[in-house]
């Protein structure tokens, strides 16, 4: 048996969290109806050299439900992560964010600023691609009676594992993808939660966001994948431009999930941003 996931209790709900290593912090931040897991072939490559912190946030595929009353929109989720980094007095630390997270990632940087010391964004939503025009009918479901639980069923079937291979050049592994929809199936909190947050997912956060980030004075790496099928090679050209002294490197052959289809090009640079291969 896998040993327990330290927890931290925060205003919003009890957030299980992964650490591993010592050094320097590198914060972790998964993206929509994913978890932790999503960074599993990075964080030994990292925790070599670093304190490597990640969180599973309350974005669908989570251990246990938030309160009832917790703010899960985008800014809410950043609050949150403020909060994680204040309750486990996390200091300089390098902020790292794929799909959804990133774009938490960039409120968290906009908002919070205090505790971070540089910034990674992997592929993610940005600007007015908040969601992708590809998922963005998952924000009716929760505007449907029955809709997230139907949703939490059609998660079990076969097609799911299909579905999640989009966003990945290198096969999933199924037990990932199995520990992905599993709690949403299991959970109605954790349903609850999800359709909080997809009701609550609008361009403007990310448009708001990049307003502030224009000003950002943290060192930036866009760690790219080139074959994304959802995040258009404009945004990231865009961010580059956009936040001061940001560095973008492409990843050839990787999609969306570059933590799994390049974790250790991936760890490289986040090691080193000035890495080259």
Partial sequence: MEPAMPQVQLPQGTIHYGDSGS?????????????????????????????VVVPDLPLGSHPEAMHPDADLSPAGVAR?????????????????????GGAICQLVAADHPERLARLA??????????????????QLLPRIPGGMWLAARAMALPVSRWVFGLLAATPIPPALVDGWVGPARRDPGVRHDVGKVLRRITARDTMRAIAVLRGFDRPTLL???????????????????????????????????????????????????????
Avoid: Q
């Avoid at 592929?123 to 007015?128: I, L, S, V, W």
């Avoid at 865009?238 to 390049?262: C, M, Q, S």
């Fill in 223 to 277: 760690a790219w994948g080139r074959d994304d099928p959802f995040f258009a090679a404009s945004h990231p050209e865009r961010l580059a431009t956009d936040i001061p002294g940001a560095r973008l490197v492409w990843i050839e052959g990787a999609k969306t999930f570059v933590p799994l289809d390049a974790p250790a090009r991936l760890a490289e640079l986040i090691r080193d941003p000035d890495a080259t291969l």
């Fill in 23 to 51: 050094g320097p912090v590198v914060l972790l931040v998964h993206g929509l109806l994913v978890n932790g897991s999503l960074w599993e072939r990075v964080v030994p490559l990292l925790a070599e050299d670093f304190r």
């Fill in 121 to 138: 964004l992997t592929n993610c939503d940005a600007y007015e691609n908040f969601l992708p025009p590809a998922f963005r009918p998952l």
């Fill in 80 to 100: 949150l992560i403020a909060d994680f980094m204040d309750a486990l007095d996390l200091a300089d630390v390098t902020l790292v964010g794929n799909d959804t």
